[in-house]
């Protein structure tokens, strides 16, 4: 089975702090992905990566940088937290580019900043 | 602008009986693909069901369906025989050429009531 593990469920930081949140996936895919689900908004892209070093900016990646050092893990950083980044992380990860191919999610990172 | 609608934020259904569940799109592409994510009150994104753009047949899973009518840019799931376990966040989304992530709808909230 295919597992995506993200650092922390639950996380709570102060404005201005710099936060990282990590994701690692065991199935050696190429892409990997960050979204940010909020209520009645559903899921938005923030960054992906499809290689190490790799990475293309999303549909909302202001406020946010990514960093993808080894295939495996896929890093999302805050660089000086706000509270309009209160929100549900969700990292992601899918092989190949075809259509076909579904994505597997991790458990999710609640993060409240204060 | 590629964009996938969920009309419904709540829904209610009995035990045991169908439901189904909207979701339009909008693109320009001719070769897509349509997926189903389930998310129970726990967080994780289960995958559901597929249809590819080109598929001819409504793409079936157990107790999953998809009634996909391409004309209307339609792809709605429809689940027979409701469980309690159905009680969740339903989100529909599309990935089209060119395009490695997924675009989300804002999500159904099912409740099935005993």
């Known amino acids: 089975d295919v597992k995506v593990t993200q650092s922390s469920r639950y996380l709570v930081k102060r404005t201005g702090e710099k936060v990282f949140l990590e994701c690692v996936q065991d199935m050696d895919h190429e892409n990997m992905f960050w979204y940010r689900q909020d209520p009645g908004l559903g899921l938005r892209l923030i960054y992906f990566?499809?290689?190490?070093?790799?990475?293309e900016k999303g549909d909302i990646p202001e406020g946010y940088s990514v960093s993808r050092e080894k295939k495996e893990r896929f890093s999302l950083i805050l660089e000086s937290a706000s509270t309009n980044q209160t929100s549900m992380y969700l990292c992601?990860?899918?092989?190949?580019?075809?259509?076909?191919?579904?994505?597997?999610f991790g458990p999710g990172t609640r993060l409240t900043v204060t | 602008a590629q964009k996938i609608t969920q009309t419904q934020p709540g829904m209610f259904v009995q035990e045991k009986e169908a439901v189904t569940l909207d979701c339009t799109y909008d693109t320009s592409d001719p070769s897509y693909g349509l997926f189903w994510y389930k998310q129970p009150s726990s967080g994780e994104m289960i995958f559901l069901i597929y249809q590819g753009s080109y598929d001819q047949q409504n793409a079936t899973e157990g107790r999953y369906s998809l009634n996909f009518q391409k004309a209307r840019k339609s792809a709605n799931l429809v689940i027979s025989a409701s469980q309690l376990g159905d009680s969740a966040m339903y989100f529909c989304?599309?990935?089209?050429?060119?395009?490695?992530?997924?675009?989300f709808g804002s999500g159904t909230r099912l409740q099935v009531q005993p």
């Open positions: 992601a990860s899918g092989t190949s580019v075809s259509l076909t191919y579904e994505q597997y």
């Open positions: 990566s499809y290689d190490v070093k790799m990475k």
């Open positions: 989304a599309m990935r089209y050429t060119g395009r490695r992530a997924l675009t």
